[in-house]
């Protein structure tokens, strides 16, 4: 249950009354979420899954996600959250404190830090120190450029002591198509910082460091096959600059934010969503991400997913706190969904 502070009398009855009411929403999931029906000659996501029999609900949560905010120091194309440079939207020390607290009352197996770009909040190793004792896993997504010098050099040695997964961005190993996603010269950076890395002993045998990447399409198309683009990284970042890591994860982009935005000004929305329903895999949806993740957004409030979160789509239809939370989503307990959700069960799907 949820641990109440010091407060007494009509203060702490306003906070277990809010409590119940809180938990009373997500183990009945008693609000619908609509569909999103924007994309013309699209089935529904909903009617989709409908007509396979299938439905999209809660597993048991294993993963906290942790969105750390939509300041970036880049502006990538792909990006769903349209982060970048001067946004405002960072976490707080209070709400990463609430964090901290909700992570050790409801213990997961992993714990996954984004943004936005992780590194420019202030804050963040004290994040990363309170976390890293509470899960098995944490795991910190980079861009591999938010930060450098005697900045980075800190943020490194902390990861390295407490054993932080890296999961880089880096869309391809052909720079034109990279920068073309991520800016001019972005990848020559990137690949500086793996160097770096590797150095550190991320990504190498025996070391225990792990570093993953994960790449999107350049561009309104699917992403290959995960195994065979892992071989191509690897042998492409070996030949081409010395460059190690241990697993790729390549996911299909996901149309909303800047991504959506440049879909819709190039006049590829429609023919991009019905790639996306084409590619749609039934087989999929058991393994989706959000049947065991809950998201925390920067403010602090629960949402299904990243996704749901840029498409603003709390968890239970409910605006929660994670200082509220009495417990954890049960399974069986709706997730919200949309049209944007085909882009995770294309192909292999969003797992």
Known sequence: MLSLSTGQGREKDKLVMGSNRIAEGIVAGIREISPDREAGGV???ADTLARHGLSLVRDRVHTLQVNTGYLCDLRCRHCHLEAGPGRQEIMSRKTMEAIVAFAGRHPVQAIDITGGAPELVPGLPFLIEGLAPLAPRLMLRTNLSAVSGAEWESLLALCVAQRVVLVASFPSTNPSQADAQRGAGVTEAAVAVLKKLNDAGYGMEGTGLELDLVSNPVGAILPMPQDSAERKFRHDLQRKWGIVFNHLYTFANVPLGRFRAWLLRTGNY???????????NPSAVEGLMCRTLLS??????LYDCDFNLAAGRPAAGLRIHVSDIPELPPPGAPIAIGDYCYACTAGSGFT
Do not use: I, N, Q
Request: charged share 30%; hydrophobic share 40%; no cysteine.
């Open 43 to 45: 089935e529904p996501f």
């Open 296 to 301: 925390v957004s920067w403010d602090g409030f």
């Open 270 to 280: 429609e023919r991009y969503m019905k790639t996306l329903t084409d590619a749609f």
